[in-house]
């Protein structure tokens, strides 16, 4: 079994793994976090909007669809998935959760591991959803992965881009056969200047979607790092920074992050040209297993890491570091459990989904933890 496939493709740890510590209680508590929501099923990113209020993705509870002999099905031990539409967006606004919009393809692949939405963001008062449990290879014939349009209003969300169906026509460099999804694993997602840019990790493209659906890639990021797995992008300063997965079993600090600039090789050597657009300008390596990454009050980058050991995620093992101004790699919260995504509030404090990655076994133990850390330098 190529034990590299089941993580790569899924983002998320096995429920192998898993076994050994079923519930938060049992299991290694960071230090110095207040619990702010609990319950939730699948955690993944979440971002304070307009309004104040922290909006949480949830990938859900899988389902028992099978669209097996109706189209290409992701290869065992990861596939065939089975679909259902538990995926929701949760809300949180002054210590009571509620439920912002429901029905999301929601999916669980034979490993017992989950995809749903996988993240939020605003531009300006509207919240638009990153739908990733969705396509015909995740168990769904009428529910496709991509961006969908949520109201706030009465929680009413349309796909305004099939994500899913463009991959197919548009297909990066270098794609790996035996770990590959056809609809996707989309992961991350933000806004800058009114546009949606997401992050494919399976086939490993930078996205970008207008908010009336247009579709276009910003870089195929597999034509000069292969297979790393993209999870994660922030930006600044008119730069994209991407943080990898990377492959698995585990090998600590070779996850990068890739500093993306829309600068030219004046004098490329033959065959090296990077032509124009987008290309990787920097990359640094130290982090492992990055799952998400954002800047904070102090300017700095900060990375979530999964698990930071060798071998395969276990809960107790994930991390917060940060790039200081030297460049060296602070730790700045560790003891997490297979956290899955991050942001930093209007009160300056680092809200993490903690027991994100839980597979179905462990359904409705996923939270929201809140970290007040000092500044960095």
Avoid at 127 to 142: D, I, N, Q, R, W
Avoid at 179 to 188: A, Q, V
Avoid at 272 to 286: E, P
């Amino acid at each position: 079994m190529n034990r590299s496939r089941v993580f790569s493709a899924a983002l998320i740890v096995a429920a192998a793994a898993w076994s050994l510590v079923p519930a938060p209680s049992r299991a290694q508590e960071p230090s110095n976090f207040t619990i702010v929501a609990k319950g939730l099923e699948g955690p993944r990113g979440l971002k304070f909007g307009p309004d104040g209020a922290l909006y949480i993705a949830e990938a859900g509870t899988g389902g028992t669809t099978s669209t097996v002999g109706k189209c290409t099905q992701v290869v065992p031990p990861v596939g065939p998935y089975k679909g259902g539409s538990s995926g929701r967006i949760s809300k949180l606004q002054l210590g009571k959760l509620s439920t912002v919009a429901s029905g999301f393809p929601s999916t669980e692949d034979a490993m017992g591991d989950l995809i749903g939405v996988a993240d939020v963001a605003f531009v300006g008062p509207t919240l638009y959803a990153l739908v990733a449990g969705g396509g015909c290879s995740h168990g769904h014939t009428g529910l496709a992965s991509g961006i969908a349009k949520v109201s706030l209003g009465n929680g009413f969300w349309t796909l305004i881009a099939d994500v899913g169906s463009w991959l197919k026509t548009h297909p990066t460099r270098y794609e790996s056969p035996d770990d590959f999804e056809p609809d996707g694993t989309l992961y991350s997602l933000i806004s800058l200047n009114g546009v949606l840019y997401t992050i494919e990790p399976n086939h490993g493209q930078l996205i970008s979607v207008t908010p009336n659906g247009v579709i276009s890639q910003v870089i195929d990021i597999s034509a000069s790092e292969g297979h790393i797995v993209p999870t994660s992008v922030a930006a600044r300063f008119g730069n994209f920074y991407v943080g990898n997965l990377n492959l698995f079993p585990i090998d600590p600090q070779w996850a990068r992050v890739l500093t993306i600039s829309p600068t030219t090789d004046d004098n490329p050597a033959p065959g090296f040209s990077l032509g124009t657009g987008w290309h990787i300008v920097n990359s640094k390596a130290g982090f492992t297993t990055v799952v998400a990454v954002t800047f904070g009050p102090d300017g700095l980058l900060y990375a979530l890491e999964l698990s930071d050991l060798a071998g395969f995620p276990a809960p107790g093992n994930g991390k917060v570091v940060r790039v200081l101004s030297n460049g060296n790699l602070e730790e700045v919260i560790t003891g997490l459990n297979v956290p899955t995504g991050m942001t930093f509030g209007p009160d300056g404090a680092l809200y993490i989904s903690d027991f994100g990655a839980a597979p179905a076994p462990a359904i409705g133990v996923g939270r929201i933890l809140r970290f007040v850390i000092s500044a960095g330098s």
